[in-house]
């Protein structure tokens, strides 16, 4: 016992000493999740749009104005001809060109359909997506605008056709903030990034420096090296943890609604399964350059993008989805947004919990036994 | 006489190098023992069998008594390892390097061993320093600290003064002498025949397996050979016409040569001979006691 808490004493104390490593270790993450709260916003905001007005009357001008009055479009250009259009969407100076035909007003007048129609620079998909939902909001706003004002010119009674208006209430996140959904993600990443790769390279270190020879010819049994390698990390990660909460619910101002005591001790459960891929790691890797890049390119992408952080998990393929069952970031993250956004806790996530403590203890003792036996 | 370590019949292959032939010898209490040879002779794959961090293909070793292969923990209690490299924390200093190895050790109420090792090794005026800070000399001197702090029985150096400078060497040499006076058993690897000459006994090793083994004045002595030392000129011809025309070992020295032969009287007109029809100048001629590196050539050369 006395032997692992000295062991854990050095490496603390060597890891105090490694000014650089510090600063990587506690810096980068609050500029990380700086950075990317900021970045990594998907919300739609402002729409740039162009209009090709074919008809330039009183009706179509004000059907501009609609659009105008909405606040989500920005009307940045007036085109006079098709050409004119394709050269904006081309180089890709608006969202979206909305062509109105010659005889708007006329076939408006006469109480016929209008089609109106838009031009989408496409190449963001999910924002195109988005601005068309707007523009049929604006344009159905109007058109009811047009058939109300008709009834009360004419006094005439209109056909009753039955309209459904949905009621929409978002629950969780109920501005959509798509920085609301990611950090708490970012925080999954950056304790995942912290603690494996910091394990995969301090055991490389060792053996590099030489110094695990010469560990292995004094008494000290690999099970004490272990678990004096993993406690200094444990305590790291968490410190990193409380950081980057702080961060959020202060800079971002994203309340956790559910246990903060469930949130740190879902960590620690992921940390052994980050600590357990980092030993495995080391006992592969020859050099820590050799631990960096199998930590990043090897385990850690493939990770970030198959845990839902990046891409939803239900629009991959279905092989692809039974991978990401093995991915214990994957757990994490849906235990983050539980906790943070819906304030649910352990009643509701204990699964994911159950799953992140096998999957840790499973790695940690095949990759301890593996390094047991590399060293014997 | 005690022996410490009981060495048999050791074998070592990579794949099919064999860098340990199956070796056998003993190494006796309070003694300085030289592992002796060329760079891939086997000397610290030998080593690294003995203290454990390599398992043995064949053949065992007793070592204090204790089964190598059965008895590892036992033994790892009672000895002290030195690796090539000086395997140190470069960012702790000498007292916390020390104070580490003392810790898994077991060691407590280390600081008055500490103390002494680092008055032994005169490296107290630096205690606070960072082990990166200090020359190879300090860095030897401090591993060697850091092996010696649970006071091992026997300890292992391998090639301890390899890329170490001559006054730290020295220094290193008085206190490994101061060593044995406390009755610690020495066993080391070295490629330097000089430092060969200050062992008790020597094992000479050169591919796998063991050339000669004894004090280095009997090693000699097996010899039976009488070395010729010759300064002459021009000395390349010399040794070249000596090498093609006559059976005789001969090394070549700088501006000499060492000729082996086995009588004298005999031998040395013949090579006195040959020099004359070569119009080679002999400028000074006499015998000397073979060196280490004499026999060593020459057992390398049977």
Avoid at chain 1, 232 to 239: A, D, E, L, Q, S
Avoid at chain 2, 184 to 195: K, R
Avoid at chain 2, 227 to 237: D, H, K, S
Wanted: glycine share 6%; proline share 4%; aromatic share 10%.
């Amino acid at each position: 016992m006395k032997t692992i808490y000295e062991f854990i004493i050095k490496e603390l104390l060597q890891l105090k000493r490694d000014k650089k490593m510090m600063a990587v270790i506690f810096i980068a993450p609050i500029l990380q999740l700086i950075l990317l709260g900021y970045a990594a916003n998907m919300d739609v905001e402002i729409i740039h749009t162009a209009i090709f007005d074919q008809d330039k009357t009183e009706t179509s001008r004000e059907f501009i104005r609609s659009f105008e009055k909405s606040g989500y479009f920005s009307i940045d250009y007036y085109a006079e001809s098709y050409d004119e259009v394709t050269e904006l969407i081309d180089k890709a100076k608006t969202i979206v060109t909305i062509v109105i035909p010659k005889d708007f007003e006329k076939k408006l007048n006469k109480r016929e359909t209008v089609s109106i129609q838009t031009l989408f620079e496409g190449s963001d998909g999910n924002k195109s997506s988005i601005a068309l939902g707007y523009i049929q909001a604006v344009t159905n706003r109007y058109s009811q605008n047009i058939v109300s004002d008709i009834k009360d010119k004419y006094g005439m009674k209109l056909p009753i056709a039955g309209s459904l208006v949905p009621e929409v209430r978002v629950w969780y996140n109920p501005e959509m903030k798509t920085r609301n959904y990611m950090v708490p993600g970012i925080m999954g990443l950056i304790l995942m990034i912290t603690t494996l790769s910091l394990m995969s390279m301090a055991v490389v270190r060792e053996r590099e420096i030489g110094t695990l020879e010469q560990l292995i010819v004094t008494p000290l049994k690999s099970y004490q090296l272990i678990l004096g390698k993993l406690v200094p990390f444990t305590i790291v990660g968490f410190v990193v943890m409380l950081i980057v909460m702080v961060i959020m619910t202060q800079w971002f101002g994203i309340i956790i609604r559910g246990s903060r005591l469930f949130l740190l001790f879902a960590s620690l459960l992921f940390v052994l399964s980050n600590l357990g891929w980092g030993l495995l790691i080391s006992t592969i890797s020859k050099t820590q350059n050799q631990a960096m890049m199998i930590s990043v390119f090897a385990v850690m992408m493939p990770m970030i993008y198959l845990s839902g952080f990046a891409f939803p998990i239900d629009n991959m393929p279905q092989i692809v989805q039974y991978i990401t069952y093995l991915i214990p970031l994957r757990y994490f993250i849906t235990i983050l947004h539980g906790i943070v956004l819906k304030g649910t806790g352990f009643s509701s996530l204990w699964p994911e919990a159950l799953i992140l403590f096998v999957m840790g203890v499973g790695i940690l003792t095949l990759s301890a036994l593996r390094f047991s036996k590399k060293i014997e | 006489m005690e022996s410490l370590i009981k060495i048999k019949n050791l074998k070592k292959k990579y794949g099919e190098l064999i860098a340990v032939d199956g070796v056998s010898y003993e190494v006796n209490k309070g003694e300085m023992f030289g592992l002796v040879g060329p760079d891939g002779a086997g000397k610290t794959t030998t080593m690294r069998m003995l203290v454990g961090l390599l398992n043995p293909d064949e053949g065992n070793a007793e070592i204090l008594g204790h089964d190598l292969l059965t008895q590892k923990n036992l033994i790892k209690d009672e000895i002290g390892y030195l690796s090539q490299r000086f395997s140190l924390y470069g960012d702790l200093s000498i007292d916390e390097n020390i104070e580490f190895f003392a810790d898994i050790h077991g060691v407590k109420n280390f600081e008055q061993r500490r103390n002494e090792l680092l008055e032994f090794t005169r490296l107290t005026p630096f205690r606070d320093r960072l082990a990166d800070k200090l020359s190879g000399g300090m860095k030897q001197k401090l591993a060697l600290a850091c092996t010696l702090i649970h006071k091992p029985k026997i300890i292992f150096l391998d090639e301890p003064t390899t890329g170490v400078d001559p006054v730290s060497r020295r220094d290193f040499w008085k206190i490994l002498s101061n060593l044995l006076k406390d009755g610690v058993t020495i066993f080391m690897t070295t490629p330097y025949l000089d430092e060969a000459e200050r062992c008790s006994r020597v094992a000479l090793m050169d591919k796998g397996s063991i050339i000669s083994c004894d004090t280095p004045k009997n090693v000699k002595d097996s010899m039976h050979m009488q070395v010729i030392e010759i300064v002459c000129n021009p000395v390349r011809t010399a040794y070249n016409m000596v090498k093609a025309s006559t059976n005789y070992e001969v090394q070549m020295y700088g501006d000499r040569l060492n000729v082996a032969v086995n009588n004298y009287e005999q031998d040395y007109p013949i090579i006195k001979d040959l020099f004359e029809k070569n119009s080679i100048v002999e400028i000074d001629k006499r015998i000397i006691t073979p060196s280490l590196e004499n026999v060593f050539i020459h057992f390398m050369n049977k």
